[in-house]
């Protein structure tokens, strides 16, 4: 409407057109902007209205009124305060429009005298509004970065909130947040619903702790709360929904919430872990078979016994089952393995309150008992020993079940766990020793004597590694001729200060079979040697008598061993003899021996049964073991001139060899009269210190160019020797 005060002017129809492409630019550019679908079409259109706003303008104010001159200085503030464009088009609009309106305000007609103002007022303008934009931005910028960040920030903790919930609601543990002052859930997540709440709960609303954990627990659980801060894996017992009491431990740490105090507490059920370590601590302490207490619970056991401070005994009993072998062997280890059932109740059944039995393995049981003063433990023993006795239901074996026990005290004997048991073992040796199926208390005579084995045994082992163990020959000779039949290998010890020692002096190594086996395997090895010597030598040398040790026949290849041993020599099998101990054919020992001396004596080797009287064989084992020679031992020989029991001994073993076959040696002769004896009554053939010492190899040619080793008084007689 202000353009109508140009009528009739030339300026009319430049501000007429202006105008309306001014009006008619803007709508255009709202439209545009309004249905712009990104940022850029909408700086376009923005940028397109300010550029021709600016020319539209430059016409107008190109009538030089006062209001013109106030567009010039208004436009450019508009561009530069106003329209919304990144700063280097809000400079070059800015720009622009104040050039556009100086070109349009000074047209075509005299430049007016405030010409120089006018441009120093725009350019100052342009500058100052610089620095207002320029300031506007950066208060913008960080106003923007600083509502980012807090939005960043907000979103961030919305996220670890939201991640937060989400963790605690999932964990599969029982998460619970707990009042101190009332214990009431305030918080829980699934895992503690379906834990704590009874059966068809949703929450826990209404409920507190005190409906899980007992006053005592609780209290401890907040006194150690008040004092640490925290709980650290504390094990309680814990009623849970259903009521069931169950094992827990809980975890816990105090939480502020506002003024009052809470803690959040996880729940760990470890009821099924209990069990399943109780169980496993079971099975490690205990017997599979017999569900008695194994050798690791036993120790704990007698450590516990041995460290209470009460008067009276600990008495510790070893029982071992005698040929509980031989009921595997011939009945099946299922037998034996009921027999060891049946073993372990009857022991338990006897057994007073407090007292203790246990399995240590195989055959081979254990009794702790505490005894007071003065009471008989021999008794106790006996008692233990009518348990094994008594007939076993359901166990079918040949007679009653018999069982050795060795037994020790504490502190009598020995007041620490390891030394008793030794002590109780040496005990069950002693009763083995005598003959088993009976109790046998502990000797402090009994571990000298051990300790003077093992020290022998050592010595022994040392000797064979260092090659001293040796082999001596002792003739054995017809009696009527005095000629050399055989030799008797004996063992003897090289010592390198005592010089050359009898087996006599080392008879406690010989009754252990691994030493007894190596001392065995060194004077064969000599033995050998010696005779593939003499062989090459020329020698005729009678046989030889080797003594086997009964633990060689434990080894189902012995024979077999031995007679490629003497292959591999290319010596015949007829120039050996074995000498084997009535012992040796007693019991399973005879069951091992039998099928080797069968063997050896099939190959030509004969077979002598040593020390014949002195044990417990019957006669007919005679029968049952192929027996050439029997021995007759040197105790019965020493007494013959007395003319009693020995005599008749000597005459009746004698005669019976002689109605069997059997040839006769008697040992041990050294006096004219006990050979007179032995000759009058039919023995042929004696051996003893009387004719010769054992010798070493290499006297062994010397003795064989002797014809006749009897007496001078009885040589030249023709073997007739008076009755």
């Not at 016409?59 to 567009?71: E, G, I, N, T, Y």
């Not at 490629?564 to 290319?570: C, D, I, K, L, Y």
């Amino acid at each position: 409407v202000s353009d109508w005060r140009f009528a009739g002017t030339p300026h009319f129809f430049v501000a007429v057109p202006a105008r309306l492409c001014v009006v008619a630019f803007s709508l255009l550019c709202f439209l545009l902007v309004r249905h712009a679908t990104s940022i850029g079409r909408a700086l376009a259109a923005t940028l397109l209205w300010e550029a021709t706003t600016a020319v539209a303008v430059a016409f107008l104010v190109s009538s030089r009124s006062d209001l013109a001159l106030f567009v010039v200085l208004l436009l450019p503030s508009i561009f530069y305060l106003v329209a919304p464009t990144p700063f280097r088009f809000t400079l070059l609009m800015g720009v622009g429009a104040s050039v556009l309106m100086l070109a349009g305000y000074l047209g075509r007609g005299p430049y007016p005298s405030t010409l120089l103002g006018l441009v120093l007022v725009l350019v100052m303008l342009n500058f100052a509004l610089s620095l207002v934009v320029i300031h506007a931005n950066r208060l913008r910028r960080l106003e923007w970065l600083a509502t980012r960040s807090e939005r960043t920030a907000r979103e961030a903790l919305e996220a670890s909130q939201a991640l937060l919930e989400r963790v605690f609601m999932a964990v599969p543990i029982p998460l619970v947040v707990t009042a101190v002052d009332d214990g009431r859930y305030l918080r829980a997540n699934e895992a503690a619903v379906h834990y704590l709440a009874a059966p068809g709960s949703t929450g826990l609303a209404g409920r507190s702790i005190a409906d899980s954990i007992g006053i005592d627990d609780r209290r401890r659980a907040i006194a150690e709360l008040r004092e640490r801060g925290r709980i650290e894996a504390l094990e309680v017992p814990l009623r849970d929904g259903q009521g069931r009491m169950r094992e827990a431990v809980i975890t816990a740490a105090s939480v502020p919430i506002g003024p009052s105090q809470a803690f959040a507490a996880g729940i760990v059920d470890v009821t099924e872990r209990n069990a399943a370590a109780a169980q496993m601590r079971w099975q490690a302490t205990h017997d599979a078979l017999t569900g008695l207490p194994n050798r690791l619970l036993f120790q704990e056991k007698l450590n516990e016994a041995l460290a209470r401070d009460t008067p009276g005994v600990v008495a510790l009993f070893l029982i071992d089952l005698d040929d509980f072998k031989a009921v595997n062997d011939t009945l099946g280890h299922d037998v034996g393995d009921q027999l060891l059932v049946a073993v372990g109740d009857r022991l338990s059944a006897v057994l007073q309150p407090g007292e203790v039995v246990a399995r240590l393995g195989g055959d081979e049981f254990v009794v702790i008992a505490e005894l007071p003063d003065g009471f008989d433990a021999a008794a106790k023993a006996q008692q233990l020993l009518q348990a094994v006795r008594q007939p076993l239901a359901g166990v079918e074996i040949a007679g009653p079940m018999r069982a050795s026990i060795g037994f020790a005290f504490a502190p009598q004997h020995h007041n620490e766990a390891g030394e008793l048991l030794k002590d109780a073992d040496l005990a069950l040796y002693r009763a083995k020793a005598l003959g088993r199926n009976m109790a046998v208390v502990y000797e402090p005579a009994m571990r000298e004597a051990m300790n003077a084995r093992v020290e022998i045994c050592s010595a022994i082992c040392e000797a064979v590694a260092q090659g001293r163990i040796l082999p001596f020959y002792q003739p054995q000779i017809d009696l009527r001729s005095g000629a050399i039949d055989g030799l008797e290998v004996l063992a003897r010890w090289d010592h390198p200060e005592r010089g050359i020692v009898p087996a006599g002096a080392f008879l406690l190594a010989l009754q252990d079979p691994e030493t007894a086996r190596q001392i065995g395997e060194a004077v064969l090895t000599r033995v050998l040697a010696d005779r593939c010597r003499w062989r090459d030598e020329g020698l005729a040398v009678p046989r030889l008598w080797l003594n086997l040790a009964p633990g060689v026949f434990r080894d189902p290849q012995f024979a077999e061993g031995l007679l490629g041993r003497f292959r591999s020599e290319g010596l015949s099998a007829e120039q050996f003899g074995v000498e084997v101990t009535e012992n040796v054919l007693l019991t399973r020992k005879g069951d091992q021996a039998g099928p080797a001396l069968h063997r050896l004596r099939a190959a030509g080797i004969s077979v002598a049964l040593d020390d014949f009287g002195t044990g417990y064989a019957s006669l007919t084992h005679l029968r049952r073991f192929p027996v050439d020679v029997v021995k007759i031992d040197r105790s019965f020989v020493a007494r013959i001139g007395e003319q009693g029991e020995d005599a008749a001994i000597v005459r009746a073993v004698v005669a019976l060899t002689a109605e069997l076959g059997l040839e006769v040696v008697a040992e041990g002769i050294e006096a004219v009269s006990q050979q007179e004896f032995l000759h009058a009554h039919g023995c042929r053939y004696g051996q003893g210190y009387l004719y010769a010492p054992a010798v070493a190899a290499q006297d062994v040619p010397e003795l064989l160019a002797r014809p006749d080793l009897r007496p001078a008084a009885d040589a030249g007689q023709g073997g007739v020797v008076p009755a």
